[in-house]
Nanobody, 132 residues
Framework: AALVESGGGSVQAGGSLRLSCVIS???????????LGWVRQAPGSEREGVAIIAHDDTKTYADSVKGRFSISQDSAKNTLYLQMSNLKPEDSGMYYC????????????????????????WGQGTQVTVAS
């Protein structure tokens, strides 16, 4: 089972990037619910939740990215996306794809955004660098 990110790179401020995460080895629809998300870590900082999407497409964003980032999923392809627009230098960092699987009940995307330790599986990360 693996989560593999791609799409990172270097851009100028104001530019855009689209991150992808292919999720393999997990039968997502075998769970009561799940949350998929993007977490980032800037050098010298702790990891922080950026955007979360639940099975029912409920989406939650960190305040710092609202209106600029958009999370989406393609269930048929088991792929998670993060469209990032109007990028700022402070968006730079390693971006990780992560997943939380729920046996019973719903996944609370707000809770997961604030408590990224709730994720069960992580990718290796893809680097995003935004130059001013």
């Amino acid at each position: 089972a693996a989560l593999v990110e791609s799409g990172g790179g270097s851009v100028q401020a104001g530019g855009s990037l689209r991150l992808s995460c292919v999720i393999s080895g997990y039968f997502l629809h075998g769970y009561s619910d799940y949350c998929l998300g993007w977490v980032r870590q800037a050098p010298g900082s702790e990891r922080e939740g950026v955007a979360i999407i639940a099975h029912d497409d409920t989406k939650t964003y960190a305040d710092s990215v609202k209106g600029r980032f958009s999370i989406s999923q393609d269930s048929a392809k088991n792929t998670l996306y993060l469209q990032m627009s109007n990028l700022k230098p402070e968006d730079s960092g390693m971006y990780y794809c992560a997943a939380r699987f729920i046996e019973e009940g719903p996944c609370d995307s707000d809770d997961v955004l604030e408590n990224i330790g709730l994720f069960h599986a992580w990718g290796q990360g893809t680097q995003v660098t935004v130059a001013s």
